[in-house]
């Protein structure tokens, strides 16, 4: 039976603030343990027949030197491939660009997979999300993966679109929410910020958001 704080808790979380081309940048930083081999969770990662299995429908010329796109999501290019050890891409989205690299490590049991995703963060979009803006979303695809490698078969994409609506999904991304705001609070950042920043992306995550006709003024 899947157990949502038990998963969250299989994430380890990181944040570091440093400089890249004269600007501060802040890195975001994820790791998790599966139980499967590296080749295998290579595969996961970068088969373009795979990857829809657990996150989302993607093209492009998927080598060292091309591109990429996620359907409705991301795209980029990919700047270094050394398989099963390591990607790095530009993650482009939004008129934003940022870095993000993965590497696999074989260990006792399993692979670990690090995830390390470094952006140039507006500061009042910090001071209001802090690193959970960024790390809840890696944190859905991170148990994604999860699912998908513990059954063999395709997550639902119901779940995919809607699970941090549901009971599971609220109760997994608190505890990571929890999770980036000490993160960012071993970084520097004082307790009260990182809290409030957690709250205001836990609640970002888990609201329906508002039909169109709601939007319109009346």
């Known amino acids: 039976m899947f157990d949502p704080i038990e998963s969250a808790s299989l994430v380890t979380r990181e944040v570091r603030t440093s400089?890249?081309?004269?600007?501060?940048?802040?890195?975001?930083?994820?790791?998790?343990?599966?139980?499967?081999?590296?080749?295998?969770?290579?595969?996961?990662?970068?088969?373009?027949?795979?990857?829809?299995?657990?996150f989302l429908p993607i093209e492009g010329d998927l080598v060292e030197g091309g591109s990429y796109q996620l359907q409705g999501n991301a795209g980029g290019t990919i700047e270094r491939c050394a398989a099963p050890e390591a990607f790095s891409v530009t993650w482009e989205f939004g008129g934003m660009v940022s870095w993000l690299t993965v590497s696999l490590t074989p260990g006792d049991g399993g692979t670990t997979l690090e995830l390390v995703h470094t952006a140039a963060v507006d500061p009042q979009?910090?001071?209001?999300?802090?690193?959970?803006?960024?790390?809840?979303?890696?944190?859905?695809?991170?148990?994604?993966?999860?699912?998908?490698?513990?059954?063999?078969?395709?997550?639902?994409?119901?779940?995919?679109?809607?699970?941090?609506?549901?009971?599971?999904?609220?109760a997994y991304l608190e505890v990571a929410a929890a999770g980036w705001a000490d993160a960012a609070v071993a970084?520097?950042?004082?307790?009260?910020?990182?809290?409030?920043?957690?709250?205001?992306?836990?609640?970002?995550?888990?609201?329906?958001?508002?039909?169109?006709?709601?939007?319109?003024?009346?």
């Open 125 to 170: 979009m910090w001071e209001q999300f802090g690193p959970g803006a960024v790390g809840l979303g890696w944190d859905l695809g991170l148990v994604g993966i999860g699912m998908h490698l513990d059954s063999g078969e395709d997550v639902d994409p119901e779940v995919k679109a809607g699970w941090n609506l549901s009971q599971d999904g609220r």
């Open 187 to 218: 970084d520097g950042d004082s307790r009260d910020a990182a809290d409030s920043a957690a709250s205001a992306v836990f609640d970002a995550y888990t609201t329906v958001p508002p039909a169109p006709d709601d939007e319109l003024p009346g």
């Open 19 to 54: 400089e890249r081309d004269g600007r501060q940048v802040r890195t975001a930083v994820a790791r998790r343990t599966y139980p499967t081999d590296r080749d295998d969770l290579w595969d996961c990662l970068t088969n373009p027949e795979r990857i829809p299995r657990w």
